[in-house]
């Protein structure tokens, strides 16, 4: 029984050395291996250029197509290249444009012709000029997404008119002529004769379309002009029938408007209430319809249809079908 016993002990110890020795084995085998695995990674990692104070130019078809100066560049082969304080130009060869453009801080995605440029940027083409906090423009679809203290001013192409606006995304395609600003839209209108007057507004989201000179706001619309103030659903206007016998702006969902006059009783508010709205620009007139409801001092106005005209103290009610209560002081 005791040699046995020794038997056992002589194969567990055996046993005990094998597996110690194929911890010993296996770790001399896979240090080489791993250190091979590295030196590979090592070898497949992108490679960088790093370079300061440079002139950058990105070449297509043997022409220039981005061309910047930066404090300093970091590029990684034909993928894409980071900048600071970059400042150039982007040639559009097929549409023989260029937009000039600058920021703090930029990446240029070469092979999918995109620029991301951050802080501080500004973008100025022959027709408007951009500026935003963040701003991404792919050059191939001719769209500029820009986020964060957004600025668009530029000239409609038809009516001539300036246009200025504020807020806090926006997304436009320059060369097609339009674009949709969201958040906080705040902006004006100035005519091209400036004693024409100049037409300030506010909104949720505003889209603009320079081809058909025709503006679009929703979500709490607030414009104002001269001396009144005209709050509404949503809205359009169109700039190109300032001076047309055209309706040169249309209001609609709960509009209201606050108008200060001079009358013979001294400067008294006219308040207007209607569904929908129609201005005629040249003609300083404004059609109300829908459950329309004019108030001056205690005189009431009601009506299916009625015309007000700016700085006159004169109501046109065009249906017989009326409500007309006025109170007017003795002479």
Request: charged letters at 30%.
């Amino acid at each position: 029984m005791m040699n046995i016993r020794d038997f056992k002990s002589i194969i567990i110890i055996f046993l005990y050395f094998v597996f110690n020795l194929a911890i010993v084995f296996i770790g001399l085998t896979t240090e080489p291996a791993k250190n091979e695995s590295n030196q590979l990674a090592k070898s497949l990692a992108p490679e960088f250029t790093e370079i300061s104070q440079l002139e950058y130019f990105h070449l297509k078809d043997s022409t220039p197509q981005m061309s910047l100066s930066a404090e300093h560049m970091k590029s990684q082969n034909e993928d894409f290249a980071e900048f600071t304080v970059p400042k150039g130009v982007y040639n559009y060869q097929e549409k023989n444009k260029l937009i000039q453009y600058e920021a703090l801080e930029g990446i240029y995605q070469k092979n999918r012709e995109i620029l991301v440029l951050s802080k501080n940027v500004k973008i100025h083409s022959e027709k408007s000029d951009y500026q935003a906090d963040h701003l991404k423009y792919y050059f191939k679809k001719d769209v500029i997404v820009g986020k964060g203290n957004v600025k668009f001013e530029g000239e409609d192409p038809k009516s001539k008119d300036f246009v200025s606006i504020k807020s806090d995304f926006m997304r436009a395609k320059p060369e097609a002529q339009v674009s949709r600003f969201k958040g906080n839209v705040q902006g004006s209108m100035e005519r091209k004769r400036k004693y024409e007057g100049k037409m300030t507004f506010a909104s949720s989201v505003f889209e603009f379309d320079g081809n058909k000179s025709l503006a679009n706001l929703t979500g709490g619309v607030h414009l104002k002009r001269d001396n009144y103030d005209i709050t509404a659903g949503k809205g359009d206007i169109y700039l190109e029938n300032y001076n047309k016998k055209l309706k040169y702006f249309v209001l609609n969902d709960d509009v209201k408007v606050l108008e200060k006059l001079e009358t013979k009783q001294g400067l008294q508010e006219r308040k207007a209430y209607a569904e929908r709205l129609e201005g005629f620009g040249s003609d300083q007139k404004m059609i109300l319809t829908g459950a329309p409801r004019v108030e001056m001092g205690k005189d009431i106005i009601k009506g299916y249809r009625i015309t007000i005209r700016e700085n006159i103290d004169l109501v046109e009610v065009d249906d017989a079908m009326s409500d007309v209560q006025v109170k007017r002081p003795k002479d």
